[in-house]
């Protein structure tokens, strides 16, 4: 996939915000780190509304054939871009929340969160990807489950309750979470399986992409919701 969407730019849509992310939780101050947060979370938004209010209705226009040509050259480089720029924002905002102090309680919030995270996102990859019988599937799930729900019963003792928007928040990215890793992205790898098999069939690559895509609105209507959030807590009260 990473020729398909040229290895420059795959390399750079993922090593780029990473090293920025590393940066802000390292050494950077609180405005820079609030920066690459704010800004990977404008541009994760701004595509996944366009996705869904711009180039949906213009894909839904076309054939099989049309629409296939689109996202067989499109998908390879959003399933680059897109979880690079969700991980950067979720994990951007988090560790920032811990910075300011607006974080209470975190670490056994991070840990439920965690759990209710990566096990429904490996299933649904599983299920998606039809890979519930392969080892290479079966063995990072058992690790990741036991792994997160050790966690869990490691900090559930000091459970309590945090700043009721962050909570929010957490339950929206949760949400787009689940939604971006358990359906959006195995809908790009079958996606991708389908281009590289002996006779593409573009009904099935038209029909992904185009699920994908109205996924990609919904994502983005949820963004918008988070993003509300983040005013609220910024500012203590909706501006109307």
């Known amino acids: 996939m990473g020729r398909r969407a040229n290895p420059a730019f ?3 849509v993922i090593l780029l915000p990473l090293a920025a992310l590393g940066y802000a939780v390292t050494i950077a101050t609180v ?3 609030t920066y690459v947060h704010v800004m990977a979370g404008v ?3 701004g595509i996944d509304v366009f996705m869904g209010a711009v180039l949906g209705p213009v894909i839904g226009g076309l054939d099989d054939e049309q629409s296939s040509a689109v996202f067989q050259r499109l998908t390879p480089k959003t399933a680059f871009l897109l979880p690079s720029l969700a ?3 979720i994990a951007g905002g988090i560790t920032l929340a811990q910075r300011i102090g607006i974080f209470p309680h975190a670490e056994s919030w991070l840990a439920l969160f965690t759990a209710v995270n990566v096990i429904p996102i490996l299933l649904l990859l599983g299920w998606r990807l039809e890979t519930w019988g392969d080892r290479r599937w079966q063995v990072p799930f058992a690790l990741a489950t036991v792994g997160s729900l050790a966690w869990v019963a ?3 003792d000091e459970f309590a309750m945090t700043e009721p928007t962050v909570a929010v928040a957490l339950a929206i ?3 787009l979470s689940v939604q971006g890793f358990g359906f959006l992205l195995p809908g790009e790898l079958r996606m991708y399986r389908e281009m590289r098999s002996v006779d593409p069939d573009p009904s099935v690559i038209a029909a992904i992409g185009k699920q994908n ?3 990609g609105g919904v994502q983005g209507l949820f963004q918008l919701l988070l993003i509300l959030d983040m005013v609220y807590l910024r500012y203590g009260g909706f501006p109307f």
Request: zero cysteines; glycine letters at 0%; hydrophobic letters at 65%.
């Open 31 to 33: 405005q820079q780190h």
């Open 43 to 45: 541009l994760w938004t």
């Open 154 to 156: 490691l900090t559930i």
């Open 87 to 89: 991980f950067v924002t």
């Open 213 to 215: 895509a109205m996924l």
């Open 173 to 175: 990215v949760t949400i």
């Open 10 to 12: 795959a390399a750079a």
